[in-house]
């Protein structure tokens, strides 16, 4: 009762339908019989008041009219809890009390930054993304924020495209799994609490295949590919609950995302009876116009609320048009009034109609943000995040003996570049570079040597002299490569994604002075570094690590943590590969069979066709083991389960972690089938000389796809199984045979 009454405090005049004593569905229900039409549609609105809080402008006065006025459902880029308190009470002068909700981007953390989503998937512990999508959501909620526009679910399979980066990567069953882990991360089990955020599941529909990798492209496949592929990871948020899902700018199949009743209408709302509400994508609905596929702004605005687009961001669609389009009979007053009983449902959850205000404490926003088990968290997701690509003759961790360690590259020093993109706070000042990591931790009789070299871009070599007498002077060298901060996200998309600029030749000519060269690669996507992999004594991928990147590469480089990251992405020798997703790959009816056979088979005449670094693979400090293979029945009845077990051990001299996968082809079915998918995996920690016995369960479900009918089918007929260290990787095979 305390939080009724305090709303009673904050809002004298809020109506009785905003009490708690009836269920929700039927406070919704009252709300709505008192609601005019232009309010309704005001629910449907969200703007970006990045100016509300700032100095007097047009668009300010305009968007306080509007709030004041019940014409604005939601706020984006609003932030901190005093302003958030501040625009809440403007919104609560109008005629019905109806609260905002506060959205923004928060994709890999607010004050605190973690990894990118990317990397976080690279260590294939949902745990720790879990854990780093709470601590962003308990951050977010305490500065105001009711909403995020993440996770991003589509499954990424280009490299040059730039949203690879906010992903999972390339496999529709880790997606799905990382999906659900970062829904609950944020939501928690329900919502309502001042420690999470609503998510958002997004982009709805096949964004991640867009032609070309280009942004904003047309995506045309098969809906065998969009159920089987890209559908699933969306299911999984779903069924977690997520709060809500946001459209995309693509087309799928020539009909764009925002304005496509099937992806909508027919799937989510029809066939998933998903209870949430749908977004729009920055101005999606407006852009329909230029796709040729609306007329005007008010054509566009029937369009997208028919095929099921609840809430209109940023395009001013709704505002102005919907309430014309239903006194012309042209949309469904029903539609309109459903749209505004999903997002009231969620000011519901949130509990904003019995507390407005209740995420916006200053006291509490100061309290979390300064919480030091934050960073500890980024720091500890982090060291998961590094994968170990190479390491000949262990030149990692750090050896001892060596008393001169030199640290050189553009983003040995380098900041705002370890956060990434998609950062709300841009505070270089929480940042640990890679030069302080390593000079915090090494030992005080290692000297710390340094020089830059070259820029990340251009082609300037002016810094290689410096770079190289900095080498010679130290025992082994730490180069420091990779993109920007800018360089990866949305709109860089990029057609060459080599390493950019004169890094290679630096890199060479560090090689030159013959000392061990052990090479950190920064980006936010897979980058093609041949001379790098095929010279270099050792090779960390570190992602965009986050604000205590610097600390965890330090404590993977000296040997306090041992790397266990798996790539969630291949990575391609030559753009011309691409698409080289592991899953992507199919016998064929002219397979290459042995190396060197490429005459007349599906082969290139200039490259091998198997990638640089493929899917699920990581290096470690030890070794592991797999053996004893078990199948405990060689036939699969469609009701039961076969159990695949093995032993897994550790074969090295220090504590690691492994991550076992499963992968299963279906030898023969109706429709051809790719050479391996993923169907699960496990990630174990094994101390020397220790072995465990690890279990997976087969089941018909594990061997069902979609056929071209699009029915979910397993067929009878033999599977091969395959358990190992990485898609190319695979230790132990067998056989187990679905019966009718």
């Known amino acids: 009762m305390r939080n009724i009454f305090l709303a009673f405090l904050l809002a004298p005049t809020l109506p009785l339908v905003a009490q708690a004593q009836q269920p929700v569905e039927q406070r919704i229900t009252n709300l709505l019989q008192q609601m005019t039409l232009e309010e309704k549609v005001g629910q449907l609105n969200q703007y970006s008041g990045r100016e509300l809080t700032g100095p007097a402008s047009a668009r300010k006065n305009d968007q306080l009219n509007a709030i004041r006025t019940g014409q604005v459902g939601s706020m984006l880029n609003v ?24 959205s923004l981007d928060v994709i890999h953390g607010y004050k605190t930054v973690f990894p990118i989503p990317l990397g976080e998937a690279a260590s294939w512990d949902m745990d ?34 730039g949203r690879v980066m906010e992903g999972a990567g390339e496999d529709t069953y880790l997606g799905a799994q990382i999906a659900r882990a970062r829904v609950l991360g944020f939501q928690g089990e329900k919502l309502g609490g001042t420690d999470a955020v609503m998510a958002c599941a997004k982009h709805f529909a096949a964004y991640g295949a867009a032609i070309a990798g280009r942004d904003y492209n047309a995506v ?16 999984a948020a779903a069924d977690a609950g997520v709060a809500t899902f946001m459209n995309s700018f693509n087309t799928l199949n020539g009909v764009p995302a925002t304005g496509n009743s099937y992806l909508q209408r027919d799937i989510l709302k029809g066939k998933w009876q998903y209870p949430g509400f749908v977004v729009s994508d ?7 116009v230029p796709w040729g596929y609306a007329l005007d702004l008010r054509d566009a605005a029937q369009k997208a609320l028919t095929a099921g687009s609840d809430m209109d961001m940023e395009s001013d669609a709704y505002h102005g048009n919907l309430t014309k389009l239903v006194q012309a009979g042209k949309v469904d007053v029903a539609l309109v009034d459903e749209a505004v009983r999903r997002i009231l449902r969620k000011k519901f959850e949130l509990g904003l109609f019995n507390d407005p205000y209740k995420f916006s404490s200053t006291g509490r926003e100061k309290q979390v943000l300064n919480d030091p088990q934050n960073r500890q968290a980024a720091r500890q997701v982090a060291r998961k995040s590094l994968v170990l690509l190479k390491n000949d003759n262990q030149a990692l961790p750090l050896r001892r003996e060596w008393g001169k360690l030199a640290i050189i590259g553009p983003l040995a020093k380098a900041k705002r570049d370890l956060d990434g993109s998609w950062v709300p706070e841009a505070d270089t000042t929480l940042i640990t570079s890679v030069y302080e990591g390593l000079d915090q931790r090494l030992d005080a009789k290692t000297q710390l040597l340094y020089a830059k070299g070259c820029e990340v871009l251009g082609d300037s070599r002016a810094g290689f002299a410096q770079a190289v007498e900095t080498a010679k002077n130290a025992d082994a060298v730490v180069l420091t490569v990779g993109e920007t901060w800018d360089m990866s996200g949305e709109a860089k998309s990029r057609a060459d994604i080599h390493l950019p600029g004169v890094q290679e030749e630096l890199f060479q000519a560090l090689k030159a002075t013959g000392k061990p060269i052990i090479v950190l690669v920064f980006g936010g ?9 095929d010279q270099a004594d050792a090779i960390l991928m570190a992602w965009w690590p986050g604000a205590e990147g610097g600390h965890a590469l330090a404590d993977v480089l000296s040997g306090d943590y041992n790397p266990a990251g798996k790539l969630p992405i291949t990575f391609p020798r030559a753009v011309g590969q691409i698409p080289i997703a592991y899953n992507q790959q199919y016998s064929t009816g002219r397979p290459v069979t042995k190396s060197g056979d490429t005459k007349y088979r599906s082969a290139y005449i200039d490259t091998p066709n198997t990638p640089r670094y493929a899917f699920g693979y990581g290096l470690s400090y030890t070794k592991f083991t797999y053996s004893d293979l078990q199948i405990s029945r060689p036939q699969l009845a469609p009701t039961e389960t076969v159990q695949v077990q093995f032993t897994l051990t550790n074969t090295g001299s220090v504590a690691g972690e492994e991550v076992a996968q499963l992968y299963l082809h279906d030898i023969v079915a109706s429709t051809v089938r790719p050479l391996k998918e993923l169907k699960d995996f496990q990630k174990v920690l094994l101390k020397p000389g220790e072995s465990k016995t690890l279990t997976f369960n087969i089941t018909k479900d594990k061997l069902a796809f979609y056929n071209q009918q699009l029915a979910w089918v397993a067929e009878p007929g033999e599977f091969q199984l395959m358990v190992g260290s990485a898609s190319d990787d695979i ?5 187990v045979e679905l019966l009718p």
């Not at 230790?731 to 056989?735: E, N, S």
Request: no cysteine; hydrophobic share 45%; proline share 6%.
């Open 731 to 735: 230790r132990l095979t067998g056989i």
């Open 220 to 235: 045309d496949m098969s809906l065998q590919q969009l159920w089987e592929t890209y559908l699933p990871p969306f299911r």
């Open 282 to 288: 920055w101005g999606s609905i407006r852009e329909m």
């Open 525 to 533: 996507r897979p980058l093609i570094f041949n001379t790098i992999a």
């Open 128 to 161: 720790a993304i879990r854990l780093g999508a709470h601590v962003a959501a308990k951050e977010a909620a305490a500065a105001g924020i009711h909403w995020t526009f993440a996770p991003m679910v589509d499954v990424g399979r280009d490299p040059r495209w």
């Open 79 to 102: 932030k901190g809890a005093q302003s958030t308190r501040e625009i809440q009470a403007e919104a609560l002068k109008s005629r019905l009390h109806i609260p905002l909700l506060f």
